[in-house]
């Protein structure tokens, strides 16, 4: 049996779509059909169902892909200690990001590991937080880096990267005052999406205080968040570091209420994260360590 057959099975499987599964591993749709035959003629049974408009595993598929996926892994393993031992890093790094994470300059990141790594290709995908831990625990992503509420999720290794306090945004222009949760309840609020820890810890602080916060803009990105605050279409609600760099607002820290945002970098543990992983957590330390270093 072809690992490549695998690969294809394991690809149509995850798109649900022979088409697209043929554009996923470069080949041409035909080639890929005859190869899942030929799979399926070597393990005596049909794996796919092709009968509905999305392609599903069938009960013998779906026995059979854990064991496929395993299969790929251990190859791309042994790929990878081999090039250990020799000393170079390659293979593939794939890396997830949610929308809200801002306290580090992940493009800067990836460009300094690129050219200390050039033998790993890298990709990058942007989810939401729920949907980023899913694709980590199911191997389809290799990190991620994820904002985290007040408690850690399951079944994944994090590494906390950034704590740091949450604070009120307003114009710099508006008249100075404290800011409570109280005085918060009168104004329109500048947030985050439903879903992620940040959010979900202020919405459950509102709550706790008898009202729902009027949130009348919601963004993914934390700076387009700050700029709408700048532009004076109410407060937002940010960690520090990202009101630190916009010169038009002003910060003022939520009295009674003690807030943080914390950003980690999710993986599923030892030994399961490859070599480029490993790399990549490596620097992404080396990087936090000198700029704190510098910040001393």
């Known amino acids: 049996m072809e690992l490549r057959r695998l690969e294809y099975f394991v690809a149509v499987v995850e798109e649900a779509n022979f088409t697209r599964a043929a554009d996923r591993v470069h080949v041409a749709q035909s080639g890929l059909s005859a190869q899942i035959r030929k799979l399926e ?5 049909v794996l796919l169902d092709r009968s509905a408009r999305d392609v599903v595993p069938t009960e013998a598929g779906r026995a059979v892909l854990p064991y496929a996926r395993a299969a790929l892994q251990a190859y791309s393993d042994a ?3 081999v090039a250990e031992l020799t000393g170079l890093v390659r293979g593939h790094l794939r890396l997830g990001v949610t929308a809200s994470v801002s ?4 493009p800067q990141l990836l460009a300094d590991f690129h050219r200390t790594h050039p033998g790993v290709e890298i990709t990058l995908s942007e989810n939401g937080p729920e949907l980023a831990l899913e694709l980590l625990r199911s191997g389809r992503l290799d990190l991620t880096l994820v904002g985290l509420g007040p408690a850690l999720p399951d079944g994944v290794v994090v590494e906390i990267l950034a704590d740091e306090p949450v604070v009120a945004v307003a114009a710099a222009a508006e008249p100075e005052g404290a800011a409570t949760l109280a005085t918060l309840a009168e104004r329109d609020l500048i947030c985050l999406p439903p879903g992620g820890g940040l959010r979900a810890e202020f919405d459950s602080a509102c709550a706790r205080a008898g009202f729902a916060p009027r ?3 919601e963004a993914g990105d934390p700076h387009m968040l700050a700029r709408l605050a700048g ?21 003022t820290p939520i009295q009674g209420l003690s807030l943080r945002a914390r950003i980690g970098l999710a993986h599923r543990g030892e030994p399961t994260v490859s070599p480029a992983a490993r790399a990549f957590l490596r620097h ?5 360590q000198s700029a704190n270093s510098g910040d001393a």
């Not at 003629?41 to 049974?45: E, P, R, T, V």
């Not at 992404?284 to 936090?288: D, F, G, M, S, T």
Request: charged share 20%; glycine share 10%; with cysteine.
């Open 79 to 81: 790929r990878q200690a």
């Open 103 to 106: 306290a580090f300059d992940l």
């Open 231 to 251: 532009c004076g279409l109410g407060v937002a609600i940010l960690p520090l570091s990202v009101a630190r760099r916009h010169p038009d607002v002003r910060a």
């Open 215 to 217: 949130v009348v803009f």
């Open 284 to 288: 992404i330390r080396n990087a936090l």
């Open 41 to 45: 003629g070597d393990l005596g049974a």
